[in-house]
């Protein structure tokens, strides 16, 4: 079993910053791909941002040039930093890992509990 625990969401002055954080902890293997998605009140949940084990990395045009995603893979911690929040970008925000196991080696997806950032205008 593996949990995924988010921390650093909260209220945010649009143009403000925020930094989230997600750590992975159980008994796998090792973790591949990790993420960021949100899900906003009546959308569906979207992607933000994903990181692969060998630090590449992919974002939704509407977070391109203002979030970063990171990983430190000795603590099994993902990142997310918000810059110039958007009124717009208030969602859960939730953790998403790919987690391998083995032997027989297997793939499985985990999810945090979610974590709420406001952007205030």
């Known amino acids: 079993q593996v949990q995924l625990v988010e921390s650093g969401g909260g209220l945010v002055q649009a143009g403000g910053s925020l930094r989230l954080s997600c750590a992975a902890s159980?008994?796998?293997?090792?973790?591949?791909?990790m993420g960021w998605y949100r899900q906003a009140p009546g959308n569906q949940r979207e992607l933000v941002a994903v990181i692969t084990s060998g630090d590449s990395t992919n974002y939704a045009d509407f977070v391109k040039g203002r979030f970063t995603i990171s990983r430190d893979n000795a603590k099994n911690t993902v990142y997310l930093q918000m810059n110039s929040a958007k009124p717009e970008d208030t969602a859960v925000y939730y953790c998403?890992?790919?987690?391998?196991?083995?032997?027989?080696?297997?793939?499985?997806?985990?999810w945090g509990q979610g974590t709420q950032v406001t952007v205030s205008s």
């Open positions: 998403n890992a790919r987690v391998l196991t083995t032997p027989p080696p297997k793939q499985w997806v985990y």
């Open positions: 159980g008994s796998f293997f090792s973790i591949n791909a």
